[in-house]
């Protein structure tokens, strides 16, 4: 009797458990670390033991890599996580690269990794993420330059994926690494004129994933977004982008409501830190729960079992957002 009532109510959280309650954590993309209270209790309740911090980005000009807009910290980052140290690099940085510059760029970034980590006594993993917009053209070279961090490092080395990176999988190649992390926004240009979300277009997400469950490799972890944005358009149709502006910032006497997302400037005047004419045009992107719904459900008939890493760790985006 027990083994029935046991399997019954089984059964029952199985049926009404619906959708799979998925891990979640977050990206940390600031150059200065640094958490506010609404920061900090968003990452408390992450489910996901770690937090994905952005210590550098990677470029090259003038022939040289440089580091760019290395980490510093302020005290008020503080965290029971562990650091997943990230790596941004350019995609120009891996144009041409001979197997001395891979060996140099390995051995460079995983000494400044470990000197940050130390200089602010940052509790890291076993980990390496490399965050890079490889193509067709950078494939090789970027796959070696994975597997030589791999070996200076002793670590993990995973990477980003990118939604062309699935669907032109024969072109781009299939990085030489166990896990992924699929970049489940930018799905188009923001700086183009056209009536879709460029931070994430669902339809678009499922053309180019609609294969996702051939992907080779099959640790696939999802980063989804959570920012916003505002793109500013002049009298000449040039565009710019405004971070972290949402809807109700478009409440305001000096500015003309022509749809539920988008305003006309009717007053010359500063506006979120920049001097902004009348006539310009502002148009608000941000991402709903429902798509964030739409894309988890759709994921979860490709891929088995998922982490969700939300882009990005801010106060502004994390507020009111039930996770």
């Not at 990230?86 to 891996?94: D, H, K």
């Not at 062309?164 to 489940?184: A, R, S």
Request: charge should be positive.
């Amino acid at each position: 009797m027990k083994i029935l009532k046991f399997l019954f109510i089984l059964l029952l959280a199985v049926s009404c458990g619906g959708k799979e309650n998925h891990p979640y954590t977050f990206y940390y993309w600031k150059t200065h670390l640094k958490l506010d209270q609404e920061e900090k209790k968003a990452l408390d309740q992450a489910s996901v033991p770690y937090v994905y911090t952005r210590f550098f980005d990677i470029d090259k000009a003038g022939g040289k890599f440089q580091p760019v807009a290395v980490i510093t910290q302020d005290k008020s980052f503080e965290t029971e996580k562990q650091i997943v140290p990230t790596v941004f690099i350019t995609n120009q940085s891996m144009y041409r690269i001979s197997a001395e510059e891979i060996r140099f760029l390995a051995k460079n970034i995983h000494d400044l990794v470990q000197k940050k980590a130390k200089e602010y006594h940052l509790k890291i993993n076993n980990e390496i993420q490399i965050d890079c917009d490889w193509t067709a053209g950078t494939r090789n070279d970027y796959f070696k330059f994975l597997k030589e961090l791999k070996r200076v490092s002793g670590k993990e080395i995973t990477c980003t994926l990118r939604l062309h990176q699935v669907k032109d999988k024969n072109q781009t190649g299939i990085p030489p690494v166990e896990k992924v992390y699929l970049m489940c926004y930018s799905t188009s240009s923001p700086l183009e004129n056209s009536n879709k979300n460029s931070i994430l277009d669902v339809t678009i997400l499922k053309s180019y994933l609609s294969k996702l469950e051939d992907y080779p490799v099959k640790k696939i972890e999802v980063a989804l977004p959570i920012y916003s944005w505002g793109i500013v358009t002049n009298h000449l149709e040039k565009h710019k982008l405004i971070n972290a502006l949402s809807k109700k910032d478009l409440e305001n006497t000096a500015f003309k409501k022509i749809s539920d997302n988008e305003i006309e400037i009717i007053k010359d005047g500063f506006y979120f830190g920049n001097f902004l004419s009348r006539g310009f045009r502002i148009k608000v992107e941000e991402i709903s729960e429902e798509q964030l719904k739409d894309v988890t459900r759709f994921l979860e008939k490709k891929i088995p079992h998922f982490n969700i890493i939300y882009y990005q760790l801010d106060s502004k985006f994390v507020s009111n957002r039930k996770f």
